[in-house]
């Protein structure tokens, strides 16, 4: 069954657990708490959540541990909360999987919005959109936000997704760091945020591209990033 609003919880600290339950579903969400690592892959099979709020810190498997195992299965939004001081969590998530990352204590309405955001870039539907984009023996298949390479799935974080949505969709264009963050997260770019160089890492890797000589998505030094429509 999928509860078009359900959200997963992964938090073992109870009182803040219920204290954002409480809130996100004062905002017409639903939402069922996940308190053990071990228990998580279960959960999301059980619910079929649209969406997965994951905290690192958990009895069990840890999240970055779920994160990277989710990944493969799980193609819905995963917002990470880790700690104010771990730069080394929020890059390791976003390399994991994660879409974005809230830093603990989260403030309850910037956690509510940044789940707003996720849900209105994964599940808006845009019929100008949904027609299949092939370079070479690359394929993007919009209405399923399935990406095939010479005839195998590649699974993308939904961010990720966006993100060669976004080069592919303007092939040949220099698209600079600004324009991706603003494109991806809805919020301005702060100019020391490098979450975009972390993904277009992860999309050469994933997509078979050198990532000594990219061939395929170019880095433009001081301009942004190019991708190669020939080069597919």
Request: hydrophobic share 40%.
């Amino acid at each position: 069954m999928l509860h078009n609003n359900l959200i997963l919880l992964v938090e073992d600290d109870r009182r803040l657990a219920l204290l954002v339950k409480e809130f996100l579903e004062a905002n017409e969400f639903q939402v069922v708490i996940e308190g053990n690592g071990n228990r998580v892959m279960r959960q999301v099979q059980n619910v079929n959540p649209v969406l997965i709020v994951l905290d690192l810190m958990l009895p069990g498997k840890d999240g970055l541990t779920l994160c990277k195992e989710l990944r493969p299965s799980f193609k819905g939004p995963i917002l990470m909360l880790t700690a104010r001081d771990s730069d080394l969590d929020q890059v390791l998530g976003l390399e994991y999987g994660a879409d974005d990352y809230v830093i603990k204590p989260a403030e309850p309405r910037v956690l509510l919005a940044r789940i707003r955001a996720l849900m209105r870039r994964y599940y808006q539907q845009d019929s100008r959109e949904q027609e299949t984009i092939v370079f070479g023996q690359l394929s993007i298949q919009p209405s399923a936000r399935k990406v095939l390479l010479a005839g195998d799935e590649i699974y993308l974080s939904s961010h990720e997704y966006d993100l060669l949505i976004s080069l592919a969709a303007q092939a040949g264009q220099i698209l600079s760091r600004e324009f991706l963050f603003n494109y991806i997260y809805n919020r301005e770019y702060d100019g020391l945020d490098r979450t975009i160089d972390v993904r277009i890492s992860q999309l050469r890797k994933k997509l078979n591209d050198n990532s000594e000589t990219p061939t395929r998505i170019k880095t433009i030094w001081g301009k942004g990033y190019l991708f190669v429509a020939e080069a597919w």
